[in-house]
């Protein structure tokens, strides 16, 4: 049984940072824009740990924490073993756990600590994510400043980070369930094409979390998948009416919903930032998204095996959330 | 770009009398030059982004791929940054380059005589 049911986990306050194009697109509602890519640091990388420092220490502000207050820090990020939450998380004296599903990161990290938190045995916890296009450009494609050329498939890391605070306090809104998905292989191999290679994933963690929860597709007012793009996201609605026969009608996909088509992102945003940065900036935002269901897609690849001719495997990981009004 | 580089052989032979051949190489040198200032100014990538393959076959796509991998490793250090991955992305055409002309110009004596 790979889903959950959570009664007493709940979601306490978010802060979210923006990257400089992010600022510019569709999403507002952001804690804090910056408009540099380097933060006040030396390196892209460095940028990205500054980043998420910002995040904890404003989430521990907002609610008058102490570090003491928090009993698990949980997060990940893109870059090699996953540096960024290690280097951010030194500065802090909470205990830390690092989780790594590439972009489906945020919803692993939430299941993670809502576990913890349903078990008893930590009442507040911050799950923590965040990306970064420059470093995540050098770490899998390409030199920053190398210009190159990519069909309309490709998809663009986004900038930013997001925290939030999980807690066993009642507030509005409602960790009710997750599941975590399988990891599948459809044997492609374009690191352009990350729509395709995760869609599959993505339709098999949706399915598997509605058999289990005993719903339709129809009983969430919104299906919100990680970053499958413009061109993943059709293909998610065609292979999940083929192989599972039935239309999932109410999917946005977050990695599409944050760019201007004028900003000429190709198929939209990618990276661990972007569901949670759509979940918090856009649809906890709106009074009409009661039940939602997150689903995280990230694709397991790295440069090394893939120069060796492996195939990307892909996984989602899928968190049902629910407005109290 | 092809234009471009025509227009400083002709521009070459014209001003400073070379011959054609040395005017090619004039121009080459010319071209890698600005190639590589517009990639340090951080205005080269988006230039591609636009002229697409036109701008970045042969020579500029060498430079900018040199000096981009440059400027990326700064920060690693003038060893193990610069110095080991300045060749990063221009190392296997350079390497295989060097080898065919190798075996090329033996089969070209060869043949020839």
């Given at each position: 049984?790979?889903?959950?049911?959570?009664?007493?986990?709940?979601?306490?306050?978010?802060?979210?940072?923006?990257?400089?194009?992010?600022?510019?697109?569709?999403?507002?509602?952001?804690?804090?824009?910056?408009?540099?890519?380097?933060?006040?640091?030396?390196?892209?990388?460095?940028?990205?740990?500054?980043?998420?420092?910002?995040?904890?220490?404003?989430?521990?502000?907002?609610?008058?924490?102490?570090?003491?207050?928090?009993?698990?820090?949980?997060?990940?990020?893109?870059?090699?073993?996953?540096?960024?939450?290690?280097?951010?998380?030194?500065?802090?004296?909470?205990?830390?756990?690092?989780?790594?599903?590439?972009?489906?990161?945020?919803?692993?990290?939430?299941?993670?600590?809502?576990?913890?938190?349903?078990?008893?045995?930590?009442?507040?916890?911050?799950?923590?994510?965040?990306?970064?296009?420059?470093?995540?450009?050098?770490?899998?494609?390409?030199?920053?400043?190398?210009?190159?050329?990519?069909?309309?498939?490709?998809?663009?890391?986004?900038?930013?980070?997001?925290?939030?605070?999980?807690?066993?306090?009642?507030?509005?809104?409602?960790?009710?369930?997750?599941?975590?998905?399988?990891?599948?292989?459809?044997?492609?191999?374009?690191?352009?094409?990350?729509?395709?290679?995760m869609a599959p994933a993505?339709?098999?963690?949706?399915?598997?979390?509605?058999?289990?929860?005993?719903?339709?597709?129809?009983?969430?007012?919104?299906?919100?998948?990680?970053?499958?793009?413009?061109?993943?996201?059709?293909?998610?609605?065609?292979?999940?009416?083929?192989?599972?026969?039935?239309?999932?009608?109410?999917?946005?996909?977050?990695?599409?919903?944050?760019?201007?088509?004028?900003?000429?992102?190709?198929?939209?945003?990618?990276?661990?930032?972007?569901?949670?940065?759509?979940?918090?900036?856009?649809?906890?935002?709106?009074?009409?998204?009661?039940?939602?269901?997150?689903?995280?897609?990230?694709?397991?690849?790295?440069?090394?095996?893939?120069?060796?001719?492996?195939?990307?495997?892909?996984?989602?990981?899928?968190?049902?959330?629910?407005?109290?009004? | 770009?092809?234009?471009?580089?025509?227009?400083?052989?002709?521009?070459?032979?014209?001003?400073?009398?070379?011959?054609?051949?040395?005017?090619?190489?004039?121009?080459?040198?010319?071209?890698?030059?600005?190639t590589s200032m517009l990639?340090?100014?951080?205005?080269?990538d988006n230039l591609v982004?636009?002229?697409?393959?036109?701008?970045?076959?042969?020579?500029?796509?060498?430079?900018?791929?040199?000096?981009?991998?440059?400027?990326?490793?700064?920060?690693?250090?003038?060893?193990?940054?610069?110095?080991?991955?300045?060749?990063?992305?221009?190392?296997?055409?350079?390497?295989?380059?060097?080898?065919?002309?190798?075996?090329?110009?033996?089969?070209?004596?060869?043949?020839?005589?």
């Amino acid at each position: 049984m790979a889903s959950v049911k959570f009664d007493n986990v709940y979601l306490d306050s978010h802060f979210v940072i923006g990257g400089p194009k992010e600022k510019n697109g569709k999403l507002d509602n952001f804690d804090l824009t910056i408009d540099d890519y380097y933060y006040e640091s030396k390196t892209v990388e460095q940028a990205e740990v500054n980043m998420q420092k910002t995040v904890i220490n404003n989430l521990l502000s907002k609610k008058n924490y102490q570090d003491t207050d928090i009993d698990y820090l949980i997060g990940g990020d893109l870059l090699n073993q996953i540096c960024a939450t290690s280097y951010s998380a030194r500065n802090f004296a909470i205990p830390f756990i690092g989780v790594y599903a590439a972009c489906a990161t945020f919803p692993l990290s939430l299941f993670h600590g809502a576990n913890l938190i349903e078990s008893g045995n930590a009442h507040n916890i911050i799950c923590l994510t965040s990306s970064h296009s420059l470093s995540a450009e050098r770490q899998y494609r390409y030199p920053i400043e190398y210009g190159n050329t990519k069909p309309n498939t490709a998809t663009c890391t986004a900038t930013g980070a997001v925290g939030v605070i999980l807690t066993n306090q009642k507030t509005k809104i409602k960790i009710k369930s997750a599941t975590v998905g399988k990891v599948i292989d459809m044997g492609i191999k374009d690191v352009n094409h990350m729509g395709a290679v995760m869609a599959p994933a993505c339709a098999d963690t949706i399915y598997n979390h509605l058999k289990n929860m005993n719903k339709t597709p129809s009983e969430y007012d919104v299906i919100l998948s990680g970053d499958l793009g413009k061109v993943g996201v059709s293909i998610l609605k065609e292979y999940y009416e083929k192989v599972y026969n039935q239309k999932l009608l109410n999917v946005i996909d977050a990695g599409s919903s944050i760019y201007l088509d004028s900003q000429n992102m190709y198929a939209g945003g990618s990276g661990p930032v972007c569901l949670p940065m759509v979940l918090v900036c856009k649809i906890l935002q709106n009074p009409k998204y009661h039940r939602v269901l997150i689903v995280g897609t990230g694709s397991l690849h790295t440069p090394v095996l893939l120069n060796q001719s492996e195939t990307i495997p892909s996984v989602a990981h899928a968190v049902e959330i629910e407005v109290l009004s | 770009m092809g234009i471009i580089s025509e227009g400083l052989i002709n521009l070459y032979m014209m001003i400073f009398g070379y011959s054609r051949v040395d005017s090619m190489s004039v121009a080459c040198l010319t071209v890698i030059l600005i190639t590589s200032m517009l990639t340090a100014f951080g205005v080269f990538d988006n230039l591609v982004e636009k002229g697409k393959c036109g701008l970045i076959i042969p020579t500029t796509g060498f430079a900018h791929s040199m000096a981009s991998a440059t400027i990326d490793y700064k920060k690693d250090g003038f060893i193990k940054g610069i110095g080991s991955n300045a060749f990063k992305l221009a190392g296997s055409a350079i390497l295989y380059g060097v080898v065919a002309a190798f075996f090329f110009c033996i089969l070209g004596v060869v043949i020839n005589g």
